[in-house]
């Protein structure tokens, strides 16, 4: 347990984090997505000769750069800050293993906003070709940053065989190639890339479903059927990017797909039923009679999008367990490698942070540091109901099990082995005991 703890009371830090991505995700997907149709959208205002489409995309370039620029910063801020008070093992160790590809991650994202920038103040002061050309700048380096994250985040799922057996050092191992371009890449880039197009669409309509239509009939139809054109393909091209990245995954974490517990399966089918119906409801609800397309409409199909990037994400998220980096470290921050050392030398042997003479200390310390990421004392994942009408010697039961971690034994399947000597898994018990009978004297008074 080399760094402090991090206390979320009833909702845990996976949730902080897990919010603050799926906004991130909604704003980043969106500026890549954009990245694409702003080019697009200008060329085609161009050949119509229209300085209707020209103005209505003029208009929403400034939205488009305050989003994406501000809220998609500060809360990409927000992940990195969540994540390091969080999972701080597994942060360092992405940024270990991946140093040169933040390196030029970062070196594409001020390309991005510094084009995005130069683009939007340069309308009307330089050519319209050279114009063009801005907004394409600004396409590429952001599908570049997109291109570099998901290397890293399909990593984490499937790191691949060639990277975790490589010698030495992994974060430092040559093998970094094998780990960016791993077995998920390609089909992760898709979905991505995929949902990119989908979100930046969506984005649009919402805007053009506040033009009016009887004032200008000809530009809302005609920027709403455009739109329609890369919204719904890509959401019917998703499921065949999701069945992909299935059939790449090893089958270890296929198996967490059909447990109770995870409920993966019914939320992956839901991603794929969602995705086609948002698709459909789309184009039954633009291509008919565009002029009707109206706020309230596109808010559903901004709520079906929303529905379908946050049950991917979460799905791969869930798919990772128990691990966050699969086959390398555990989600609790143990690497697989240190299993042993922690068994024979003790899991607070080295810690800074307690006290581990004192059972009481080095039992809460225990559960900080191994089960916190995951459950709280009384709110999501609840460890008080979990540990209900045990006494001590069933708690030790319970510990002697995960820390044994059989493969009989189903929960194997996704929690984390319980690593550290016997005497820190005695200290445990009996914190987890004075915690469980504490709680239970407060519910009596309550009465």
Known sequence: MNYPFWDVPLIGAGWVIGIISIFHVMISHFAVGGGLLIPMLERRALNLKSPEWMAALRRNMRFFLIVTG????????????SIGLAQPTGTSALIHIFVFFWAVEWIFFLIELTSAAIYYYSWGRIS????????????VS????????N?????????????????????????????????????SLLIRALACLSLAAVFVL????????????ALKAGILRYLLRWFVPGLLLLPLGIFWLLHMLPQSQLNLLKLPELNLMPIALSVIFVS??????????????????????????????AVVVSGAEYSREMLRKPFVIVGYMYSNGVRVSDVERYNTEGYLTKSLWVDEENDFAAGKAMFR???????TWSGYRSMDKLLKGRNKESLQSVLDMLHEYSPEYRFTQ?????????AERRALAVWLENKAQLKGSEGEEKK
Do not use: D
């Open 276 to 305: 086609v119906l948002t698709a459909v409801a789309a184009f039954i609800l633009v291509w008919p009679r565009p002029l009707k397309f109206t706020p309230a409409r596109a808010w559903i199909l901004m709520i079906l999008a």
């Open 369 to 375: 540091g191994q089960c916190m990421i995951c459950h």
């Open 128 to 139: 319209e070709r050279l114009h063009v050309a801005m907004g394409w700048v600004y396409c």
């Open 142 to 149: 952001s599908f570049f940053t997109l291109f570099i994250i």
């Open 151 to 187: 290397g890293i985040l399909s990593f984490m799922l499937t790191p691949g065989q060639e990277w975790l057996q490589a010698n030495g050092m992994r974060e430092f191992s040559g093998a970094v190639l094998y780990a960016f371009f791993n077995p998920t890449f390609w089909p």
């Open 206 to 217: 919402m805007s053009a479903s506040r033009i009016r239509g009887e004032m200008q009939p």
């Open 414 to 422: 996704y929690m984390p082995p319980l690593v550290g000597t016997l």
């Open 70 to 81: 501000v809220l998609g910063t500060v809360s990409g801020v927000g992940i990195w800050f």
